[in-house]
C-alpha cells in the first residue's frame, strides 16, 4: 500500500500540473533547446477545473457499475484524489538534446489562494503538508506522512528533492519540477531571462496544445546502431530538416475545435513540388446529390503527378499495374492524370433501396478537367466486356450528359453512374434522388464558400435522427431488429431514446500543412445523455446473459477462471 502511495503522489506530481493571470506563465519556464533536439512540448490549460469535471461523481457511478465491486471502490478512490487537484494550468517540456542527453520539466501555476504554500516552499521551508496540499488539494493531508523529501540549498535557492527521483521548487507563482538539478535551474534561468526560454514555431493560438519538433539525427542517437534496420534509415533520409508537428486545442460554449499543423514543405523530402502546385478550391459546388440534409460529405483537391511515387517503388509499380489495365480498354494515361487533378468526394446523402428497405445514398465522385470525365467514361461503355457483363439501363436526369442504372432487377441495391460535366458519379442511389439539391445547414454552407484544400463533414443529428425513424417500430429496419434477443432490442430502445451531445463535425484544410477539426456540442439533459444510455445497456445486457447463464447451469466466465 505504501509503495501504491509512493508512485501515486510521484504520477500527481508529474502528471496533475496546471493558466496564470500573473506574468510569468508555465511555458516560460522551459528552456531553450538546440534545433538539432527531439522534444515534446505540451501545455494544459485548467487542469484543475477539467479534472473535476472529468471524474465527477455521475461520471464515476457511470463506469462503477461495469467493474467489479472493489474495482469500483478504487475506482472512486482515485476519482475523489483526482478531483481535488489544485492545480490551474501545467507546461512540459521532455525530450534529449544533440548529444542525447535526456531532459524533463514542468511548470505549474496556481490559485492565488496557494500562493502562500508557494512562498513556503521557495523559501525551504515547506512542510510534507504543504507539499500534499499542492499535490491533491484538500485530501492531500491524509498522504502527507508517506512524502520522502530533502531540502538542499542550490545556486537559484532552496529545492527539495523527493524520492531520490523529482527535483521541486517554486518561483513567484510557478511550482518548478524536473528529473534533474541542472534542468532545474536551467527553469530558473529561463524566468529571469526571456532570451533562454524555449520558443516552438506555433501555427494556432489555442491555449491547450502538443508540439513536437524531432530532428532525425537526435532521435537516432538515442537508438542503438544494432536496432536501425533498413527502413528506419530509409525513413530517416526523408528529412531534410527538423520537422515541426503541432496539436492545438480550444474549447468554447458549444464548440471545440481540435488544429494540426506540420511543416512538411521544409522538412520532408519530395513534398515541395506538391504543396507548391497544390491549390485551394472553393467547395460550395462539392458535387452532393439527393435531397433533404446531407449526413456525410469529404471532399478534397487532389494533385497528382507520378513523379511524387519515385521514393516510393512499391507504390509506383501498384500505379504502373494498374494504368496498364486500363490501357486495354483504350483508356489513357494521360485521361487518368487529369481526372485526379480535381476534386474527389465522398458523401452520404439522398435516400437509396437496400432489398427494397430505404437506406441513405452512398456514393464517390471525381471531378477532373480537359474532358477526362467523358473520354473514360466513354471507354467503359464502348467496351463489350463490361456492357456485356453489367446490364444497364439508361436514366434521364436533367443536367446530366450521361446516366444509367444498374438493371434493379439483378442488384438488390440501387446502383447508379453517370457524368456531369467533368464529374464522374458512381454510387448507392435511387435515381429520382440523382436531380435534386440537398439542403445544407448554415455551418456546412459557411465552410464550404471559403477557400480551403479539403472540407469534410458528418452531421451527428441527421445520422441520429434517420437511425431513430428506421428503427422505430413502424421502419424499416425494425424487422431486422426484432430478430434480436429481448435483452438487446430493449438497449437498442434505449440507447436510441438518448440525446446526441455531439450535433455537427466539421473538418477542413486551411492549407495543405493544417487541418482543423469542430465539435458542434448540445446542450443534454441528465436523464437523456448519451454515454449513461450505453453503458446501462451494455450492464442489462450482462445481467440478461448471467441470468440466462444460471437458468440454464452454463457455468460463467469469472467461475470458471482458474479452474483446470
Do not use: C
Request: aromatic letters at 10%; proline letters at 4%.
Amino acid at each position: 500500500m505504501l509503495k501504491f502511495l509512493r508512485l501515486f503522489i510521484v504520477g500527481a506530481l508529474i502528471a496533475f500540473v496546471p493558466v496564470s493571470s500573473q506574468a510569468l506563465e508555465p511555458q516560460d519556464a522551459l528552456s531553450a533547446r538546440a534545433e538539432k533536439s527531439a522534444y515534446v512540448v505540451a501545455r494544459v490549460d485548467n487542469l484543475g477545473g477539467a479534472l473535476k469535471e472529468i471524474f465527477s461523481i455521475s461520471n464515476i457511478e457511470m463506469f462503477a457499475s461495469l467493474v467489479a465491486p472493489e474495482e469500483a471502490q478504487a475506482l472512486r478512490l482515485f476519482a475523489g484524489l483526482a478531483s481535488q487537484v489544485p492545480a490551474k494550468s501545467v507546461a512540459l517540456a521532455s525530450g534529449v538534446t544533440p548529444d542525447a542527453t535526456p531532459f524533463f520539466q514542468i511548470a505549474v501555476s496556481y490559485p492565488d489562494s496557494f500562493k502562500s504554500k508557494l512562498e513556503l516552499v521557495a523559501s525551504g521551508k515547506a512542510t510534507r503538508e504543504d507539499l500534499a496540499a499542492l499535490i491533491l488539494g484538500n485530501s492531500g493531508a491524509a498522504f502527507a506522512y508517506n512524502i520522502q523529501f530533502e531540502t538542499l540549498d542550490g545556486e537559484s535557492g532552496k529545492y527539495y528533492l523527493l524520492f531520490d527521483t523529482v527535483f521541486l521548487s517554486a518561483k513567484d507563482d510557478l511550482l518548478l519540477l524536473s528529473m534533474s538539478k541542472a534542468d532545474l535551474d536551467e527553469s530558473f534561468a529561463a524566468l529571469g531571462t526571456a532570451k533562454k526560454r524555449l520558443v516552438i514555431k506555433r501555427r494556432f493560438v489555442a491555449p491547450n496544445y502538443k508540439f513536437i519538433h524531432i530532428d532525425m539525427s537526435a532521435l537516432a542517437s538515442v537508438i542503438p546502431e544494432d536496432d536501425q534496420d533498413l527502413n528506419f534509415k530509409n525513413t530517416l533520409k526523408l528529412f531534410k530538416a527538423p520537422i515541426d508537428i503541432e496539436f492545438a486545442f480550444e474549447s468554447k460554449p458549444g464548440k471545440f475545435t481540435a488544429s494540426f499543423a506540420i511543416n512538411a514543405l521544409e522538412s520532408i523530402v519530395g513534398v515541395d513540388d506538391f504543396v507548391k502546385t497544390a491549390k485551394t478550391t472553393k467547395h460550395g459546388e462539392m458535387f452532393i446529390a439527393g435531397s433533404g440534409r446531407p449526413y456525410i460529405g469529404f471532399s478534397g483537391s487532389f494533385k497528382f503527378d507520378k513523379s511524387n511515387l519515385d521514393l516510393y517503388p512499391e507504390y509506383a509499380q501498384i500505379w504502373n499495374s494498374f494504368t496498364d489495365e486500363l490501357s486495354k480498354i483504350g483508356i489513357d494515361k494521360t485521361d487518368v492524370k487529369n481526372l485526379l487533378e480535381g476534386n474527389i468526394l465522398f458523401a452520404a446523402s439522398g435516400k437509396a433501396s437496400l432489398m427494397g428497405q430505404s437506406i441513405p445514398g452512398v456514393y464517390f465522385t471525381i471531378t477532373g478537367r480537359n474532358g477526362a470525365a467523358e473520354k473514360i467514361l466513354g471507354k467503359i461503355l464502348g467496351n463489350e466486356k463490361f456492357t456485356s457483363s453489367v446490364p444497364l439501363a439508361p436514366l434521364k436526369v436533367k443536367g446530366w450528359d450521361d446516366s444509367y442504372q444498374v438493371d434493379p432487377g439483378i442488384a438488390p441495391v440501387s446502383l447508379a453512374f453517370g457524368r456531369k460535366g467533368e464529374t464522374l458519379f458512381f454510387g448507392v442511389i435511387n435515381p429520382d434522388e440523382l436531380g435534386k439539391k440537398p439542403d445544407f445547414t448554415p455551418e456546412v454552407a459557411d465552410i464550404m464558400k471559403r477557400d480551403l484544400f479539403s472540407v469534410g463533414f458528418v452531421d451527428v443529428s441527421e445520422i441520429w435522427k434517420y437511425l431513430r425513424t428506421a428503427i422505430s417500430d413502424n421502419g424499416s429496419l425494425r424487422a431486422h431488429i426484432n430478430t434480436l434477443e429481448p435483452a438487446y432490442i430493449q438497449a437498442m430502445d434505449d440507447i436510441l431514446d438518448a440525446d446526441v451531445f455531439i450535433s455537427l463535425i466539421k473538418l477542413w484544410a486551411p492549407s495543405a500543412e493544417t487541418g482543423i477539426v469542430e465539435l458542434s456540442l448540445s446542450d443534454v439533459s441528465e436523464e437523456k445523455r448519451f454515454l449513461p444510455r450505453v453503458i446501462n445497456a451494455i450492464a442489462n445486457i450482462d445481467k440478461a446473459k448471467n441470468s440466462f447463464n444460471d437458468d440454464n447451469g452454463v457455468e460463467s466466465e469469472d467461475d470458471s477462471t482458474g479452474k483446470e
